[in-house]
C-alpha cells in the first residue's frame, strides 16, 4: 500500500477497534481527512494539466491540516478526561 494511505488506514483501524461513539467519530473524521488529503496530492501531482492550482491546492492543504490538527487535539483531550473514568 502506498505510504500516503499509511495514517488514512491507522485510523481506519482505530475506527474499527473503538467501541466508544464520541471516539469512533472522531477517528472517522480523521480517517476521511487524511483520505482527501491523499486525493489532492494525487491529482495534483506536479506533471501538469492538474484539476487544482497551486495556490487552491495550498488552500486545501492547509484547510484539511488545520483541521487534522483540531481533531487530533479533541481526542487526546476526550482520552485524557473521558477514557480513565470510563469503567468509574
Known amino acids: 500500500m502506498n505510504k500516503q494511505y499509511d495514517k488514512w488506514l491507522e485510523y ?4 474499527n477497534e473503538t ?3 464520541s471516539l469512533k467519530y472522531y477517528y472517522k473524521k480523521l480517517k476521511e481527512l487524511h483520505r482527501d488529503k491523499v486525493i489532492i496530492y494525487e491529482s ?3 506533471l501538469g ?3 487544482f492550482d497551486a495556490g487552491k491546492k495550498e488552500d486545501l ?3 484539511i491540516e488545520t ?3 483540531l ?3 479533541k481526542v487526546d483531550k476526550f482520552i485524557e478526561d ?3 473514568n470510563f469503567h468509574d
Open 12 to 15: 481506519y483501524k482505530k475506527e
Open 19 to 21: 467501541l466508544t461513539g
Open 44 to 46: 495534483v501531482g506536479g
Open 49 to 51: 494539466g492538474s484539476f
Open 61 to 63: 492543504l492547509h484547510y
Open 67 to 69: 483541521n487534522i490538527s
Open 71 to 73: 481533531i487530533e487535539k
Open 82 to 84: 473521558e477514557l480513565p
